[in-house]
Every structure is written in C-alpha cells, then in structure tokens.
C-alpha cells in the first residue's frame, strides 16, 4: 500500500531563516505531487505541483520554491522566511486519478 | 480559476440529529466532487467522493448530492456523534486534476 511521509513535523525558525520541508512517497511510481498551506483556522492554499521529476508549477507567486530531484521526492524551500509562512505544510499525492492523499503534515511557526 | 464556497461556516448540532453542509462552485468543468474530513492538527481526510454522472452517494451515515445545473453538492451526516466534530471541506476538481478547497465548515457535535 502507499504512504507518505514529511519532516519534520513541526519546526520553529526564525524570520530571514532558510526553509527546508522534505515530502516522500512509498508504494507507487510517477505521482503527482503537491504543497499545500493552511494558515490557523483556514483552508488549503495550493502552493505547487510536479507531474514529474523536475517538473515543478507554481500556483502562487511568493518567496518558496519547490523541487523534485527524485521521482517520489518532493521539497519545498525557502531562502529567507517571512512572518507570513508560518502555517501548516501539507504534501499531496495522486496517482493520475481525481483523490488526493495527504501526508501528516508539518508545522510551521516563525519568529 | 473556480471560485468555491461553503456554508455554513460554522455549524452547531446536537448529537443525533443531522448536519448538512453545502458547496457551490463556478467552474461547470468540474467533474470530481470530493468531501474531506480534517480533525484538529490532522491531516485532511477524504471521506466521500462522487462524480458528475452519479447524482448521489451514500456510505453508511454520510452521503454526498450533487447538482450539476445548479452548480452545489452537499455533504449530508446522520446521527452525528462526537466524533464527527472536525473541519469539512469541499474541493471540486476541474481540469488538470487540480482540487480547489472551500473554506471549511466546522462541525461541532455536542452532547
């Protein structure tokens, strides 16, 4: 069966900080991969997405980037963290298919 | 890009009685019309699913009704009990299997 997994689980970083959220996934090849952020008491803004290795898209324009260096790995980075990053870090597989699996999420805060 | 809403935001039920949320959208593309439970600091959950050829869906005290001309589809709860107080958010999926979350319901079963 499929799992997926992200580190850390929570993290506590200071303004200006770089960021590095890990994502990866078991049990099958060549999802489609996804990075979520829900700010306190929000929904789910979708933040980008890779249909394959080194394909990245982009849904909002900000200071994160995302790369996929290996078929079922997924990163999302920051070079300096604001305020505003701070929320909840979702991953999100499919297989091709219309459902969405999410990973266990990390939370973000920052100082 | 779609445009979704939830309502109520916020809903109150006392345990066994049922609870109804609705979600309308913008985009008539969408064809996948998901509902996802989320518990505080968890995941988000897909709980039922039901696509543009079915009207409706029922898996045991939930169920899902779409109307498509309409452009809503609602997530229906019976008997609710304590355990289904959470976040409920709707995501209709349109082209490029990309879901659009709505703003969340929060449902509280009180007893």
């Known amino acids: 069966s499929q799992t997926i997994h992200q580190w850390p689980a929570t993290l506590v970083q200071p303004v200006g900080s770089p960021l590095s959220l890990e994502c990866t996934v078991e049990g099958t090849s060549n999802p489609n991969l996804y990075w979520y952020r829900q700010a306190a008491g929000r929904g789910l803004q979708l933040l980008f997405y890779?249909?394959?290795?080194?394909?990245i898209s982009s849904e909002v324009p900000q200071n994160l980037s995302a790369s996929r260096p290996q078929d079922r790995q997924f990163i999302l980075s920051s070079k300096k963290l604001l305020l505003s990053d701070s929320g909840f870090y979702l991953c999100?597989?499919?297989?091709?298919?219309?459902?969405?699996?999410f990973g266990p999420g990390t939370r973000l805060t920052v100082l | 890009g779609e445009n979704v809403e939830q309502h109520p935001s916020t809903l109150s039920v006392q345990e066994g009685d049922s609870a109804v949320i609705k979600c309308t959208y913008s985009d008539s593309a969408s064809n996948y019309f998901p509902w996802y439970k989320q518990e505080l600091g968890k995941r988000p959950q897909l709980i039922i699913d039901?696509?543009?050829?079915?009207g409706e869906k029922k898996d045991q005290r939930i169920a899902v009704t779409l109307n498509k001309t309409a452009k809503h589809f609602s997530l229906h709860i019976t008997e609710t009990q304590p355990e289904d107080s959470a976040v409920y958010f709707c995501a209709p999926t349109g082209t490029a299997s990309k879901l659009t979350f709505g703003t969340g319901t929060r449902l509280q079963v009180t007893l």
């Open positions: 890779s249909v394959g290795i080194g394909q």
């Open positions: 999100a597989w499919d297989d091709g298919g219309d459902t969405q699996y």
């Open positions: 039901i696509r543009s050829n079915v």
